[in-house]
């Protein structure tokens, strides 16, 4: 079957590093750029950082730039987003969603891309 399975995710104190993955079953993220969004409790989900197709080019929001990296690894079919330095306001659900270059670094959290992950939760404490 096709989909998109998220992992990673935990309680951890502030400060303290995560790291997710997506992993793809049913089909190879060669071609599709990857993007993580997380939805806060009691707010909308929002945009965190992107990916190309080729890896070549990534894209953070602002509020997790310079704590946050996006890599990928075709050969496990499998994108990462690793946490650093984390805050109590990064707790949430992350998705990550699969689609086109250009649509994938619009960072639009209700498009209809091609395949959505279930989420994996976050949570920051103190």
């Known amino acids: 079957q096709v989909q998109l399975v998220e992992s990673g995710g935990g309680l951890v104190q502030a400060g303290g590093s995560l790291r997710l993955s997506c992993a793809a079953s049913?089909?190879?993220?060669?071609?599709?750029?990857i993007g993580w969004f997380r939805q806060a409790p009691g707010k909308g989900r929002e945009g965190v950082s992107c990916i190309s197709s080729s890896g070549g080019r990534t894209s953070y929001a602002d509020s997790v730039k310079g704590r946050f990296t996006i890599s990928r690894d075709n050969a496990k079919n499998t994108v990462y987003l690793e946490m650093n330095s984390l805050k109590p306001e990064d707790t949430a659900v992350y998705y990550c969603?699969?689609?086109?270059?250009?649509?994938?670094?619009?960072?639009?959290?209700?498009?209809?891309?091609?395949?959505w992950g279930q989420g994996t939760q976050v949570t920051v404490s103190s």
């Open positions: 969603a699969a689609g086109g270059d250009y649509t994938i670094a619009l960072m639009i959290p209700t498009y209809e891309y091609d395949y």
């Open positions: 049913g089909f190879t993220l060669d071609n599709y750029a």
